[in-house]
């Protein structure tokens, strides 16, 4: 792709490529579809998939771009990783517990770990 080798690119700079999505319904498509209507533009969507995994596949398959998040264990070596300048491009994610509710062991060492790789 000729923005391949950038660091760092304006979504409106691939605003009339052909795009591979989430489905409707998922958390990064309300996301994306947010983004667009930002930029008052309609994303050509040529596939939508019910897997992050998949839709990267159909990117490093040439068959379009996405947004999708940093994607770990997954091939990403025919797949270029650019950051998305303008609109602001993130997700929040939370933890929510129910104040003096039981935590599995398991369910512990997450919080923990959690809380010491995010910050207090």
Known sequence: HPLAGRESILLSEIAEES???LKKGYALRRTTDQLFEQ???TPRVTFEGE???TV???VAA???VSLLPDLRGIDQ???AQIRIRTPKCQRVIGMALVKGG???PAALRFKEFILDYFGK
């Open 77 to 79: 070596s025919k797949i």
């Open 102 to 104: 039981y935590l599995s």
């Open 62 to 64: 040439g068959l379009g």
């Open 19 to 21: 795009f591979i999505f």
């Open 56 to 58: 990267a596949g159909l």
């Open 51 to 53: 897997e992050a995994a």
């Open 39 to 41: 930029l008052g533009v």
